[in-house]
């Protein structure tokens, strides 16, 4: 990467690492992510999140590494509506393979080669009996044995070793006030600790890029989509991720990611640039609409640049925007980006206003964000006692007379506004009678 290439992604970067300081995130990795070749750039990445001030609860599964010992030890595995019934050899076979698995990351974690990502990084993975189980029981019939589920969460002693900057290491065994030890789904898990501790993320990484429909990555879904898209999608796995993640959700998780292992870096792109790289599931989906406040101008600054560099724009300094900040409305993704902005201007000593500055983020173009600013607009126009609307344009003329609004000429304009035309820019100018 070039050194300016460089810098400007580092300074791209850096609203997030801002926002995700000192938040928990709780990443759930599944056994085949343990056995992926990309396993120690995963591990690598997520000592990056922590040295970066995010607290880590890292929870792996290993159905892949118990499936494998069982087979070592001359037994099947048994599975029932896709749960494994665990009988007492199955058991002790869930246990060395889990072990093993924890010792594996444990390991990855320790590295700290001169000239490796990982130098330097000191994590402290911290275990304990933080998780109490029960057993499933007997259900149609059938009796699951040491297949459990979770019981309790001492979430008190999990945040405890997070604020001493431990990272906490939890493997899918819960343990009974009896002392018996129980195999749990590692994604129940997870999401029920994420929900205990109110952790601001839970994140998935498996081998699936997402979830995909018609073979098409959904970037983000809300929560009343994924539970729809989970009553006509048959797949399996996918639906598995879809329903942790509305379960997640639907007690207090205000975001969970799908990512991929398979793809070297996913888990930063994720977390650090506006697309993302898998899936994200919110409790709501809406994009907000909003006025804007000074700490917006440097957004502002930054999505009309491009539009002021092609000329499509009249140029703003900071301290210009700064004093008519008052003025603008922006619609801001639920993850705090900005999408879209505009601004209402009444015009002195009339009933007119006028609509200037108008710009989406170019990823977005198409998603209805300009319509939407210029709905609220019109609203807040006649809020304001504002009869008619006027806009100067040399590119969008089209799109105004879409919505409703007429080409007049230069001497339709209110005096004030006259003398400041610039004939340079030859601007076309439009009016709406509100």
Known sequence: MKLDSYVDFFRQTSPYIHKHRGKTFVIALDGDTVTHANFHRTIHDIALLQSLGIRIVLVHGGRLQIDQRIAQSGEQSQFHNKLRVTNTTAMQSVKEALGSTRWQIEAELSTGLPNSPMHGAKIKAIGGNFITAKPIGILNGVDYQHTGEVRGIDDESIQQQLQLGGLVLISPIGFSPTGEAFNLSYQELAAKTAIAINAEKLILVTEMAGILEDKNLIRSLSMPEAKSLLKKSNNSAQNKLLDTACSACSEGVKRVHLVSCAEDGALLTELFTRNGSGTLVMQDHSDVIRAAGIDD????????????????????SRELLE???????????????????????PIADSNDGEIACMATDPEFLGQGIASRLLERLEADAVKMGIKKLFVLTTQAAHWF??????????????????????????????SKIL
């Open 297 to 316: 101008v440097g957004g502002i600054l930054d999505l009309i640049a491009p539009l002021e560099e092609q000329q499509i724009l009249v140029k703003r």
């Open 323 to 345: 004093t008519e900040i008052s003025q603008f409305t922006l619609v801001v993704h639920p993850e705090g980006n900005l999408l879209g902005c505009a601004a209402l201007y």
């Open 401 to 430: 007379l879409e919505k409703g609004f007429v080409e007049t000429e230069l001497k339709d304009l209110p005096q004030q506004k006259q003398s400041l035309y610039n004939y340079q820019r030859n601007s076309r100018i439009f």
